[in-house]
């Protein structure tokens, strides 16, 4: 007997460097729309083997120790996953096909394994085969600075839409490319807002044009309000406890603006028609607004893998 799973009608695909991007970046939305019945797929990109360990008892896994991160990266994402309520989750190529490549400039851009070093065809091929598993009508990754220049969110930049163009040959290509972005409105409402506190995550800079991301608000296309998620947003930040120590100023600015600071994400449209939005900017409140609702569920069968 041949068991057909259809998956929901909206299909919302991510592609991510290492394990915390998506929490940190794109964690509320990925929750609201988990919680609203969309189908939610996360491609990450490596295990983010060379980051930095901030819990003490576990700084022998470093790289240049035991090299046993990535490994444990996993299990800290798979929990981040659970507080997002997102439970289709697959590494590009597998876990441990590509390598974090380290920050730019590093003798570990050059590992044979780094993503940075990646065969961008066969990277994509990757992608591919899970758009055509899943079929999503919207993707979202980074911009061509990958939001802020490391070398593996840009390589995920360039690996997706490269996936882009290959999908579309096929006729599975997303409907619509969504880039992270950071409103410099926003940003500059929270440099001001930290400027008398003695715990200002941005004392060293003296304005937003000294950061490497802030997109004019005019350049903005999407504004998610997922305040409602900001709790599951914050759980699966504090999953990835290696990365975000819990003294974080990502936390104390969450403490400070609260379910705005966390639930509320923004986007730049790289590819399709932008649909109906509001406010001086017309920023769409839906990742899917303009897309023909209910698609034909029959044209999205879950492969072999997801048969259950
Ligand atoms: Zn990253």
Redesign the pocket.
């Given at each position: 007997m041949t068991v057909v799973t259809t998956l929901p009608d909206r299909r919302l695909l991510l592609v991510?460097?290492?394990p915390?991007?998506e929490s940190i970046g794109t964690g509320s939305t990925m929750a609201h729309y988990a919680a609203t019945g969309a189908h939610v797929t996360l491609v990450t990109c490596t295990l983010?083997e060379e980051g930095e360990i901030h819990v003490p008892e576990l700084a022998r896994l470093a790289a240049g120790e035991a090299d046993q991160l990535g490994g444990y990266r996993i299990a800290e994402l798979a929990q981040a996953c659970r507080a997002l309520g997102v439970t289709d989750h697959r590494f590009l190529g597998d876990a441990g096909r590509y390598r974090d490549s380290g920050m730019m400039g590093l003798a570990t851009n050059e590992h044979p394994r780094a993503f940075w070093q990646a065969d961008l065809d066969e990277a994509a091929g990757h992608l591919v085969e899970i758009m055509r598993e899943v079929r999503p009508q919207v993707m979202i990754t980074y911009d061509d600075n990958g939001f802020y220049g490391?070398p593996?969110?840009i390589q995920a930049h360039r690996v997706a839409m490269r996936a882009v163009e290959l999908a579309r040959v096929q006729g599975c290509a997303p409907a619509k490319v969504y880039f992270t972005a950071m409103p410099r409105s926003v940003l500059e409402a929270g440099m001001s807002h930290f400027t008398e506190s003695s715990d200002n995550p941005f004392a060293e800079i003296g304005s937003v044009d000294e950061l490497p991301f802030g997109t004019p608000d005019e350049h903005i296309a999407a504004r998610i309000d997922a305040t409602e998620q900001h709790a599951a947003k914050e759980a699966a930040m504090r999953a990835h406890a290696t990365q975000i120590p819990a003294s974080s100023w990502l936390y104390s600015i969450a403490g400070n603006f609260g379910a705005e600071f966390m639930g509320v994400e923004y986007f730049t449209l790289a590819v399709g028609e932008k649909g109906p939005g509001t406010g001086r900017y017309g920023w769409e409140d839906d990742l899917f607004a303009g897309l023909p609702a209910g698609e034909d569920p029959d044209r999205s069968p879950v492969g072999a893998a997801g048969v259950r």
């Open positions: 991510h460097a290492h915390d991007d983010g490391h593996d969110h």
